[in-house]
């Protein structure tokens, strides 16, 4: 499976933007897609995930009611929308995927869960 993350850019503080992941290869739709992220500086963070139905998601709770995941699996695409955006959201994002349908509440976040990764799509949001 390989991903492919675009639609970051430079916005303000407030703006919104949507991320979006296309996922190749037969089987992508069977799988469940995260969104991690990097700020300078920083760990890698897992901000959401859905599984690959779709009825199964998960925030981090710095995105939580801000950032909403979605999926649309005859397409093979997987968006990120991102509102009321604040400096502090300014990092690498990446999609990551792995052999599974539908993660779990407990790992999700966990970067050993998702062995596939897209190349980032930079976000940077000034105040």
């Known amino acids: 499976v390989q991903l492919q993350a675009s639609g970051g850019g430079l916005v303000q503080a407030g703006d919104s933007l949507r991320l979006s992941c296309a996922a190749s290869g037969r089987t992508s739709s069977k799988y469940a897609i995260g969104w991690f992220r990097q700020a300078p500086g920083k760990e890698r963070e897992g901000i959401s995930c859905i599984s690959s139905s779709g009825r199964t998601t998960y925030y981090a709770d710095s995105v939580k009611g801000r950032f909403t995941i979605s999926r649309d699996n005859a397409k093979n695409m997987v968006y990120l929308q991102m509102n009321s955006l604040k400096p502090e959201d300014t990092a690498v994002y990446y999609c990551?995927?792995?052999?599974?349908?539908?993660?779990?509440?407990?790992?999700?976040?966990?970067?050993?869960?998702?062995?596939?990764w897209g190349q980032g799509t930079q976000v940077t949001v000034s105040s």
């Open positions: 990551v995927t792995g052999r599974l349908g539908r993660p779990i509440l407990s790992s999700w976040a966990r970067r050993s869960t998702w062995p596939y």
